[in-house]
């Protein structure tokens, strides 16, 4: 199956990759590993007339962190971030990393294009969201950073403008007291979730929740920030009862769309369990447990 | 002239409207063997090999990255072949099913995925068998749940996959000279 004829450019650099982008127009579309753009251009929901392949472009492969920020490059791919010395730091990098797809497609898929790509089902927004992430971009008019929230602005739009391109995702260092988790269903490895839930808990105490974040994934034309299921938790000693409390204000603030992975319903009451479950892996990870999860599938 | 019921003029009219798209030079490594083509953007990974080079042993499934029967490696990392363009595989090292036999002598996981009846319609066998070997150059003891993972991404509609994990264990056993 041919994705219908376009021009092919290989940028070397950001730079000439924008200047390229720019010069080409609106017809043109950036590739980075392809997992998501190809698809869609072979089932000819897309048909650009030029692809600019960032794919050999060094500078946007790479992986920081120290005890105040993580910075990930655009290119760089799940495989490698599920097994980097960020993932092993910060367990709910690499519940996701380790969750998305396959091992084909996390040798190939990358995080600048999960984000660019603005598809509610892409795991990293969602995660992103969980982790209150600054999107690295640049374009024409130069560099600038952008909230996760603002960043995702309709189902597959964003908040790029023409010519400009993600260069590198960036977040805090979670503090010591703080752990999450990222959870979710899918109906095999290869398959889209059905639906996920992140949430990134700090407790004091044992378990008061100083601050928490719970954002879900394939819920929505666009990643949801449950800011009442939040509010259900923060500054309170967690209980059976709040945590109940705050999964049903998250499947309150939730509006999933009708598909092949389920009805609103059924991915309202996954999301339920997911949101549960996220929070008492958090809790754990918290205590200092080491808890393996990722997304769950038959 | 008509070319079945189009009068000339308006056919060359037609042609003049699509555009000639500027072939790519592409290099690939396959199995240790060079070749050099001239492809079209649009050209996938897997039809490149298939189409140009004749290696028909990986097979086209779903074409939507999801059932891995196109599954090779790209410089040493199992992918889903008909979701990478041939051009992005330039200069790059591929290594298909047909790589795995060495002087006439099938590859012990080839030998295990006939012992063990790993396969019943053979469709998915290729990319089963690229994504086992990848599995166990990583890991060559892996545990059954490991094996799962493994090849979580390919799918088989036969086997039920129990002797796909029989012959996969049974590989990695025979590989490590146990």
């Known amino acids: ?298 | 002239m008509r070319f079945g019921g189009v009068a000339a003029n308006q056919l060359k009219a037609v042609m003049n409207t699509i555009e000639v798209i500027e072939p790519v030079a592409v290099e690939v490594t396959v199995n240790g063997q060079r070749y050099q083509r001239e492809v079209e953007p649009r050209m996938l990974l897997v039809q490149l090999l298939r189409e140009e080079l004749r290696l028909t042993g990986t097979h086209i499934g779903c074409d939507t990255t999801y059932c891995g029967a196109c599954t090779i490696l790209l410089n040493g990392d199992p992918v889903k072949s008909c979701t990478v363009l041939a051009v992005q595989a330039d200069q790059g090292e591929v290594l298909t099913v047909e790589g795995l036999e060495k002087d006439g002598k099938l590859h012990p996981l080839q030998e295990a995925f006939s012992e063990h009846h790993g396969l019943q319609c053979g469709f998915c066998t290729p990319g089963m068998l690229m994504s086992a070997y990848a599995l166990l150059a990583d890991n060559p003891a892996p545990s059954r749940q490991e094996i799962r993972k493994g090849i979580a991404g390919n799918l088989c509609r036969c086997t039920g996959y129990e002797n796909i994990l029989n012959a996969v264990a049974a590989a990695a056993e025979e590989m490590r000279g146990e």
Request: glycine share 8%.
């Open chain 1, 1 to 298: 199956m041919y994705p219908a004829p376009f021009r092919y450019h290989r940028a070397n650099s950001v730079d000439e990759a924008i200047s390229l982008l720019s010069d080409l127009g609106d017809g043109a579309r950036a590739l980075a590993g392809g997992q998501t753009l190809l698809i869609w251009m072979k089932l000819r929901f897309d048909e650009p007339s030029d692809l600019v392949d960032l794919g050999r472009i060094p500078e946007l492969s790479y992986m920081d962190h120290d005890d105040a920020e993580v910075r990930i490059g655009a290119l760089t791919t799940h495989g490698r971030i599920a097994a980097s010395p960020i993932a092993a730091r910060i367990p709910i990098v690499r519940d996701c990393a380790n969750g998305i797809a396959d091992y084909q497609v996390r040798n190939r898929g990358t995080i600048g294009g999960s984000v660019a790509a603005g598809d509610p089902a892409c795991d990293w927004p969602a995660l992103l969201h969980t982790l209150d992430a600054e999107i690295l971009c640049k374009g024409p008019n130069g560099e600038r950073s952008i909230d996760i929230k603002d960043f995702i602005e309709d189902l597959y739009a964003t908040a790029l403008e023409d010519a400009e391109i993600v260069t590198g995702i960036r977040f805090k260092m979670p503090a010591a007291n703080s752990a999450g988790a990222y959870v979710g269903f899918k109906r095999c490895a290869p398959a889209y979730p059905t639906a996920t839930a992140g949430v990134q808990l700090t407790l004091t105490d044992g378990d008061i929740c100083e601050d928490v974040r719970i954002a879900l994934g394939s819920a929505g034309l666009t990643p949801i920030h449950a800011i009442d299921a939040e509010a259900e938790l923060r500054g309170k000693p967690l209980s059976e009862k709040n945590i109940e409390q705050a999964a049903e204000a998250a499947v309150a603030a939730c509006d999933p769309v009708d598909d092949q992975r389920g009805s609103p319903a059924f991915k309202r009451s996954v999301l339920r369990v997911l949101v549960k479950r996220a929070v008492g892996i958090a809790v754990r990870r918290c205590g200092g447990e080491s808890v393996e999860s990722s997304h769950e599938y038959y």
